[in-house]
């Protein structure tokens, strides 16, 4: 079975530019998770869809971060215009555990650089 | 607010047993899980306590005390393919899990 997977890899960018992240979850899994880790520190949420809807955007940290699922498949994230703060690696998660671990499948990350 | 606390770093050498300790404080709880890092790859899942104990896996064991809001993970037969980082985190009841900062273990030869 195919993993997550995200692209870019790296992206680096200008302070004031655009940048779309995206992610393919695994086949069949509803759940689908955005965190964030800045440079040595926590893993961070920034949201949970359920398919195509947005469970919980509780995380996301302001109106420049747009994230969308389309069809209930892939997922995008859009930063405009980015910010020296919003460097860090983007992380994409998805699940179909029902359980109490809810176990997360992690893409690699998407690892942005803003200058 | 949710915290979960874990040191930054620790050293080990190859063949030693070393503790990764998490002490949460969180506004709800249903268990804690591991996860392993490695540099520039995907976080992978580790373990899942809910109750009270200590679950073994292979090397690595977790064991939580839910009345002391704590748990660890403990590694065993320390091998240098274990130096990775490892996040401790919580499920607080919504469906996302609340991470910890990490532990960045170095074995050592």
């Known amino acids: 079975e195919a993993g997550v997977t995200q692209f870019p890899s790296h992206s680096v960018i200008e302070k004031g530019q655009t940048v779309t992240l995206r992610c393919d979850p695994i086949s069949g899994h509803d759940n689908l998770y955005w965190y964030r880790r800045v440079m040595g520190k926590e893993i961070k949420f920034l949201l949970h869809f359920v398919k195509e809807s947005k469970q919980d955007e509780s995380g996301m940290p302001n109106n420049r971060f747009l994230a969308e699922r389309t069809g209930g498949t892939y997922s995008t994230l859009k930063v405009q215009p980015a910010e020296l703060e919003d460097s860090g690696v983007y992380f994409c998660?998805?699940?179909?555990?029902?359980?109490?671990?809810?176990?997360?499948?992690f893409g690699a990350g998407s690892r942005l650089t803003v200058l | 607010g949710q915290s979960l606390e874990q040191p930054s770093e620790v050293t080990a050498v190859e063949g030693a047993i070393v503790q990764i300790n998490c002490t949460y404080q969180t506004s709800g709880f249903y268990g804690l899980s591991w996860y392993q890092q490695h540099d520039g790859g995907a976080p992978t899942f580790l373990s899942y306590n809910a109750l009270d104990g200590l679950e073994e896996t292979g090397r690595f064991s977790s064991f939580l005390s839910r009345s002391d809001s704590y748990g660890y993970l403990l590694l065993q037969e320390l091998q240098m393919k274990d130096s990775a980082s490892y996040f401790c985190?919580?499920?607080?009841?919504?469906?996302?899990?609340?991470f910890g900062s990490g532990t960045r273990l170095q074995v050592q030869p």
């Open positions: 985190a919580v499920n607080t009841g919504r469906r996302a899990l609340t």
């Open positions: 998660a998805s699940s179909q555990d029902s359980s109490g671990a809810n176990v997360l499948t």
